[in-house]
């Protein structure tokens, strides 16, 4: 859709006044072999705040398709959720994977 754009100074003034959104990133799990599926569905309940019956949906999602979304969020909160699943899956000896992109 083409909506006018204001020009020149009005666009200056505008830019510096409005906030702005911040840049929101997803975060992922990674399939591996060797995590326990209950593991998984255990740490997307914990950091990520979905029901028993969401995090298995996602679960299945990774299991089933490689990687799936366990949330969006901005970017310094999907960094602090990504590192937390990776030290907790680190103290259990699970190679859990967890990454970011932008969403
Ligand atoms: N593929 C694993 C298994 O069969 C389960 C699994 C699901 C592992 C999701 C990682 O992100 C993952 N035990």
Known sequence: MATKQPTGD?????????????????VLLKNDDYTPME???ETIQRFFNKTREQATEIML??????????????????????NQ???????????????????
């Open 61 to 82: 999602q990774v299991h089933t398709k490689g990687a799936g979304v366990c949330g969006v969020y901005p970017k310094d909160i999907a960094e602090t959720k990504m």
């Open 10 to 26: 009005i666009a200056i003034e505008l830019s510096r006044l409005k906030p702005k959104l911040p840049s929101m990133y997803k």
């Open 85 to 103: 699943v990776l030290k907790s899956a680190q103290e259990s000896q699970h190679p859990l994977q967890c990454v970011i992109e932008p969403a």
């Open 39 to 41: 593991f998984v569905v």
